[in-house]
């Protein structure tokens, strides 16, 4: 997707900056901003950078790392784990510079400094248990320094300055030569020392946006390539302990994306992409945060190493596929805000709706689309996410929580977007197909939007759901007034009927913290601990192993759990899948109760979504164009 200048070119380019600089033509304004990361020069941890600006004409210049970064919805703070930020000028001598805050930094006689340099640490090792959110980054936007594996999401090595924003970088990342290294961004060339020990990759980047979209993994990398259609894919994987590897999942993979590949049709054009997975052993210093960031060209996964490679794959093939789809939304269809993106003080659009809610239905409809999945599965997931979008604030204006999804209350509701978000994806594209006899649906008007504005042209905030309503159906904007900007819940029921469906009461499958979207677990405030509650005789897994209501949960895989980490540890049990070995330490009434074996499936009693054998054949057929096209 993006139009990358040929090597030869830029070769030329910067052989005519170095003949500039000589002509004194050294401006910053006017050249590359030259920034080298070293990967050999670690100390206590840290990875050393170099900042080479050019010549300001300024006295004072603001240097800064991102607060936020696109694609998270929280703060991230990346300049908290800067360390001797200095800056020099061309004879050697020290320039004066003041932290603004976290993240900024002034530089004092900037016409006068010829570099800047600094020290970083990782985030991974700062994780606290709790995992996701507090002051940590999201886990695959954070970064990673260890002798083995170098996880290089550049915004947290990489600032800009707030004169400079649309400046080119040159890039110098040195690394021990036996490293593998893999980036989906433009390299221009490598350069082996002369013992053969190192190897210098010099990369280029025509704006800042372009060092955020592009994270490196380098280290003792287990590398995969596979061809689908007209894009390379490159599959990294990191396993510290060497339970995975990629060649196990380059089939899952390959199927998944080759489907995707044909789901999208021409809509993707991007010549590559690049799949970067760190398997977490879960141990201290290792990332806690399960899930992934995407990129234009590239997505970063963070999963638990423990996982069996079944679980592992379908993991894989849900949260990839999720990121893939980005490429329609936000990638090609975005508003202002996220193309003119403020790393510092970042506004959010309205329409997390469409860049995650529709993302997420995408990455699930093409499944049972492509034939991946059977229908009753699909159902199944609907289901899943109808009961989780219930425990949330139902009424909630998705365009207010969007626009305001730093804050209270609506910081808490972000989860929703992948649930409720993907359930108006779904209804949206019922719509399109009902209106249309088939022939539209919720994927054809992305296309549309992607046509009409694409990735350098973003549309206005306000204005494109009058929009949408003039490319469909008046239908479409009464939804989307109605249930979207509006507060009125959706009455599901309303939408499956058109596609000849029904709710019925039957045993379905669930996972291991929830029955039918209810959760089993209840704090204990006196005790201080957590027990499963009544609700656990209705989890077949649960039942069958003989846990009881009251029943204390001590340990899980060795992790004791407490109000601090619950979320991080039922996260990672939400993940958990049949064939993973688990050891949960329970206590009953002061006596140690073990759960030590290989998952099974559970189930319980709930909805089930099933066809209605009085549907119409108007119903039926619109079922038809809905999960068979």
């Known amino acids: 997707m993006k139009n990358f200048l040929s090597i030869l070119v830029l070769s030329v380019f910067f052989i005519g900056c170095t003949a500039s600089k000589t002509a004194k033509n050294d401006l910053a304004i006017s050249n590359p901003i030259e920034t080298s990361l070293s990967l050999v020069n670690i100390t206590t941890d840290k990875v050393p950078v170099v900042i080479n600006p050019g010549r300001f004409t300024t006295q004072t210049e603001i240097y800064r790392l991102p607060r936020v970064v696109q694609g998270t919805y929280s ?112 390299e221009l060339q490598s350069t082996v020392s002369a013992d053969g020990s190192t190897t210098t990759t010099t990369y280029f980047a025509p704006r800042y946006f372009d060092i955020t979209d592009n994270p490196m993994f380098y280290g003792d990398l287990d590398v995969e390539e596979f061809i689908v259609g007209d894009i390379k894919i490159v599959l990294s994987v990191y396993s510290p302990n060497k339970v995975h590897t990629a060649a196990a999942l380059k089939e899952s993979m390959f199927t998944m994306m080759q489907a995707q590949k044909k789901y999208l049709g021409a809509i993707n054009t991007t010549p590559r992409y690049d799949i970067f997975l760190y398997l977490s052993d879960g141990k201290e210093g290792s990332p806690k945060g399960n899930g992934a960031l995407e990129h234009h060209t590239s997505t970063v996964v963070v999963l638990p190493e423990i996982s069996p490679i079944e679980g592992l794959a379908k993991s894989m093939v849900d949260v990839v596929a999720h990121e893939f789809f980005h490429i329609v939304s936000p990638l090609s269809v975005h508003s202002e805000d996220v193309h003119y993106f403020d790393y510092n003080q970042p506004t959010f659009s309205k329409h997390l709706w469409m860049y995650e809610g529709v993302t997420e239905y995408f990455a699930q409809h093409f499944q049972v689309f492509e034939g991946l999945i059977t229908e009753d599965d699909f159902f199944a997931t609907l289901m899943t996410k109808i009961q989780t979008s219930m425990g949330m604030d139902d009424t909630m204006s998705f365009t207010t929580m969007s626009e305001n999804v730093l804050d209270q209350p609506y910081a808490s509701n972000y989860y929703n977007v992948y649930q409720k978000g993907a359930l108006i994806g779904m209804c949206i594209d019922i719509l399109m197909r009902e209106e249309s006899n088939g022939q539209r649906s919720m994927l054809s008007l992305m296309k549309e939007l992607s046509g009409k504005y694409g990735k350098n042209k973003p549309f206005n905030d306000d204005t494109i759901i009058d929009e949408i309503t003039q490319m469909t159906y008046p239908s479409i904007g009464e939804f989307l007034n109605k249930h979207v900007v509006g507060t009125t819940p959706i009455n599901y029921s309303e939408f499956f009927e058109k596609v000849g469906l029904e709710f019925t009461e039957a045993n379905i499958k669930t996972n291991f913290i929830q029955n039918d979207g209810v959760l089993i677990f209840s704090p204990n405030t006196i005790s201080g601990t957590i027990e499963f509650s009544e609700a656990v005789a209705q989890n077949s897994f649960w039942n069958d192993n003989g846990v009881l209501p009251g029943d204390a949960i001590k340990t899980v895989n060795g992790t004791t759990l407490s109000f601090v980490n619950a979320q991080q540890v039922f996260t990672d049990m939400y993940m958990w899948s049949p064939g993973t070995k688990i050891k949960v330490v329970l206590d009953r009434n002061g006596e140690e109760v073990i759960i030590d074996r290989e998952l099974t499936q559970s189930y319980t009693l709930g909805k089930k979504l099933v066809p209605n054998s009085n549907a119409t054949t108007g119903q039926v057929s619109l079922r038809e164009a809905w999960l068979k096209g």
């Open 75 to 186: 703060v991230s703070n990346f300049g908290k784990y800067v360390e001797n930020f200095r800056a020099f000028d061309y004879k050697g001598n020290e320039v004066e510079t003041t932290k603004i805050d976290d993240n900024s930094w002034s530089i004092s006689n900037a016409s006068q400094v010829d570099k800047i340099t600094y020290e970083v640490n990782d985030t991974f090792d700062t994780e606290s248990s709790g995992g996701i959110g507090g002051d940590n980054p999201f886990s695959p936007a954070g970064t990673n320094i260890e002798p083995t594996n170098y996880v290089l999401n550049l915004h947290g090595f990489i600032g800009y300055f707030d004169t400079l924003k649309n400046s080119q970088y040159k890039l110098d990342v040195t690394a021990p030569t036996s490293f593998k290294r893999s980036s989906a961004i433009q």
